[in-house]
């Protein structure tokens, strides 16, 4: 929130509703005030700045649909409620249409009255917070370069990162997929003693208990069918430096064990060996799943856990940070812009409401390929709705799905429209598809979607899709 307690607007030509809402909304450390016409309300706004407006819908001295539009045209940060004991469908979509916050329909309680105004003053900071983004010409970096963020959940993490990296503690990093824990693995590591040595990252998902052994400790010649010659694991080669272990709940409990015999002295015999081998390596371990729950059902050692549970670094996923989700947009766009020589200044509003109404449960990593994708398909200097690929690229279909035809002509031609506007999306689509996911290079699209090197050319000059500038020349 700003510093100043929030300023709130009560305008109704009851008194007895004023003073009721003045009363509910006081508890809650804002400054109310109130008005019993839209005339005086419009002169109050005009001599102070509010933060929300709430207003009644139908009043005798200037009515709240001309409030509304009299704010949003002169003051589109402040956040305007309409309240009616009128309340319709149409009414609802008018005001919202007209750029209303929400609609409480009468009579409401005092918790739906403190829940909507605590909504509408966490949005505008949100749209502050864009004009503050819109108007910085070079955006800093934060600490480690990666831990993006302004809520207090992210910050706790960063001053976490902050005091466990010059240790050489073995921390556990868990959260949601897509969260960023090897970020947060690699920002320890960056900031350690030892940051000038090699960082090692390991899927333990991907392999198998024997390929896992044989990576971490190594092997010698004959040690099994295929181990033609002596071979050293990540532990040997990352002496002096850290490494970070993903998805440890995916390994056997016998890997658990030869890893908690590490963790004690930080030595190991390599497959095959009978010499014993000791290194000085960090550890650093990651994991999406309950840990403690696995040691209750018997599948995750209770040794191991406490093992590694010395320095727990619990990453929230992003819907319940909202406040971050714009620096971190901001960031992968000021990325992209770079990767692709795009010059797009931000966000406009509706897009911000969108990117933060969301509650993105593929975290991070799904808002980074987002962004990605809305940067590339962006032609003016703010990105829109249209361009948010599965949060907004159906919103133009919707709203002429929603649209009731007056006649059987208009009817045929909105059918024709929606079906040509859905045939462009999943053409864009299938494009963006086929070339992000082989590295931009054409040849290898085309061929992995079956089609000829130029015809897949003229779909994306069809639909204005560029190759980054990163791109490497087709094979």
Not at 63 to 81: A, F, N, Q, W
Not at 123 to 134: A, G, S, V
Not at 186 to 211: E, P, Q, Y
Request: hydrophobic fraction near 40%; charged fraction near 30%; charge should be positive.
């Amino acid at each position: 929130m700003t510093s100043h307690n929030p300023l709130i607007l009560i305008i109704d030509d009851e008194p007895a509703i004023c003073r009721n809402c003045v009363k509910i909304l006081s508890k809650m450390d804002y400054d109310v005030r109130y008005a019993l016409n839209g005339y005086d309300a419009l002169k109050m706004v005009d001599d102070t700045v509010f933060d929300v407006v709430v207003t009644d819908l139908k009043m005798s001295n200037v009515g709240g649909m001309e409030v509304l539009r009299r704010l949003k045209t002169s003051y589109p940060e402040t956040m305007v409620i309409v309240i009616t004991g009128y309340a319709s469908v149409s009414s609802a979509v008018e005001v919202m249409k007209m750029g209303a916050f929400d609609y409480l329909p009468k009579p409401f309680t005092p918790h739906e009255l403190r829940a909507v105004v605590r909504q509408g003053l966490i949005q505008r900071e949100i749209l502050l917070q864009n004009r503050k983004f819109l108007e910085q010409k070079k955006r800093k970096k934060s600490f480690s370069h990666q831990l993006i963020g302004e809520s207090p959940k992210i910050k706790k993490v960063i001053s976490m990162v902050q005091k466990v990296a010059p240790t050489d503690s073995t921390v556990l990093v868990y959260g949601e997929s897509g969260t960023g824990k090897e970020l947060i693995s690699r920002a320890i590591h960056a900031n350690s003693d030892r940051k000038d040595k090699v960082f090692f990252a390991v899927d333990c998902g991907t392999l198998s208990d024997t390929l896992l052994e044989s990576e971490l400790f190594g092997y010698t010649k004959g040690a099994f069918t295929d181990a033609r010659n002596d071979k050293d694991g990540i532990f040997k080669l990352a002496n002096n430096g850290t490494v970070f272990l993903d998805e440890i709940s995916n390994i056997s409990l016998g890997v658990q064990s030869k890893l908690l015999r590490f963790l004690e002295n930080r030595e190991f015999l390599p497959l095959g060996s009978t010499k014993i081998k000791k290194v000085d390596v960090r550890l650093i371990f990651a994991t999406n799943q309950n840990l403690e729950e696995m040691v209750e059902a018997g599948s995750f050692r209770q040794d191991f856990y406490y093992r590694i549970f010395v320095y727990p670094i619990f990453i929230p996923p992003l819907r319940e940070r909202k406040r971050d989700i714009l620096p971190i947009s901001y960031h992968f766009l000021q990325h992209f812009c770079l990767e692709f020589e795009k010059k797009i200044i931000g966000f406009d509003d509706e897009t911000v409401a969108r990117l933060t109404a969301y509650d993105w449960p593929g975290n991070v990593r799904q808002l980074r390929n987002i962004i990605e994708r809305a940067v590339i398909l962006c032609e003016k200097d703010k990105i829109s709705p249209k361009e948010l690929s599965l949060l907004g690229e159906m919103a133009d279909i919707e709203k002429l799905i929603d649209h009731v035809p007056e006649t059987n002509d208009e009817l045929k031609r909105v059918k024709k429209e929606i079906r040509e506007k859905a045939i462009l999306k999943v053409e864009k689509n299938f494009v963006m598809n086929a070339l992000m996911k082989n590295n931009w290079n054409v040849t290898h699209a085309a061929r992995k979607v079956g089609l000829q090197r130029t015809n897949f050319q003229t779909l994306m000059k069809k639909h204005r899709i560029n190759l980054p500038r990163s791109a490497k020349p087709d094979a």
